[in-house]
């Protein structure tokens, strides 16, 4: 018994850091970042951006907190833990993106994750609109991986995508002008399959899912890449890591919640427990 006592003491999870907004509402943002590495068992950490008034159909209001705030709390943490890999979610600012491009260098992160998060699923703009240079520019060459939905990969490639060959003709050019592994997610595309395409140093790979009926997705995006940078900081491969944390997704919208009017997703759906938390 004693030994037992002993090696549960000495289990040492891997630190994953969130650069990211407040969802006030709890599916997205830093929460779904945070609940996402619960369920892993890596030790998570953040960095706030921003805090917004949101619940799953709208975001009422944002406030950005001062980019040297932003810088504080990554420099703390990485003074303090041993951070593995980290995300990226809603930065909303050009100040706030050329900040954690540069701290990212300085601190030495091993793994980058960028969430190119721009617009909420309810619409409401997430992004400045100068500020997309600046993830283009600054942010995305220092990352190992970027996962923009169809949307933010029309704006990351500057044209439409309309087909599966088209996503996987994006995630390609994406990939190579920015030197950075892409995983173009095609939820918006419609069909009874969701299709997510990773192009990394060459290779191409598909993943495919069952579409879900009614799914309420919000956060969805949040906890795909908390998840991805969860099983690269477990030593993951890359197209393991991607088919690991689009598993957790499905999961988590197919044992989804009900919590008054909204559906969000079962973050617990792993953990043995219903509904846990």
């Not at 037992?4 to 003491?9: E, G, R």
């Not at 159909?57 to 705030?69: K, R, S, Y």
């Not at 390609?172 to 030197?179: L, P, V, Y």
Request: aromatic residues 6%.
């Amino acid at each position: 018994m004693m030994n037992q006592s002993k090696t549960a003491q000495h289990f040492e999870p891997a630190v994953v850091l969130s650069i990211a907004g407040s969802d006030s509402g709890g599916g997205a943002g830093i929460q779904a970042d945070v609940k996402t590495w619960s369920a892993l068992k890596v030790f998570g950490t953040t960095a706030l951006t921003c805090v917004t008034a949101q619940h799953p159909n709208g975001v009422e209001a944002i406030t950005a907190l001062e980019p040297d705030m932003v810088l504080q709390q990554i420099k703390t943490v990485c003074d303090h833990f041993p951070v593995r890999a980290a995300k990226t979610g809603m930065l909303y600012s050009a100040d706030i993106i050329r900040i954690v491009a540069a701290e990212d260098i300085r601190e030495g992160i091993p793994v980058l994750v960028v969430d190119p998060v721009m617009v909420a699923a309810s619409g409401a703009r997430l992004l400045k609109a100068d500020a997309v240079d600046a993830i283009k520019n600054d942010l995305l060459p220092q990352a190992r991986v970027v996962t923009p939905n169809l949307h933010e990969a029309e704006i990351l490639c500057g044209h439409s995508i309309s087909s599966l060959d088209e996503l996987r003709a994006a995630a390609r050019e994406i990939g190579d002008h920015f030197d950075v592994a892409c995983i173009a997610k095609g939820g918006h595309l419609g069909g009874d399959e969701v299709v997510d395409v990773l192009y990394d140093e060459g290779e191409e790979y598909l993943f495919e899912a069952p579409r879900l009926p009614a799914a309420q997705t919000h956060g969805a995006g949040c906890t795909f890449s908390a998840a991805l940078t969860a099983y690269l900081a477990q030593r993951m491969l890359m197209h393991e890591a991607v088919q690991s944390a689009k598993r957790f997704v499905h999961q988590a919208l197919e044992q989804s919640l009900r919590v008054g009017p909204h559906q969000p997703l079962n973050f617990g759906w792993n953990s043995g427990a219903a509904g846990a938390q």
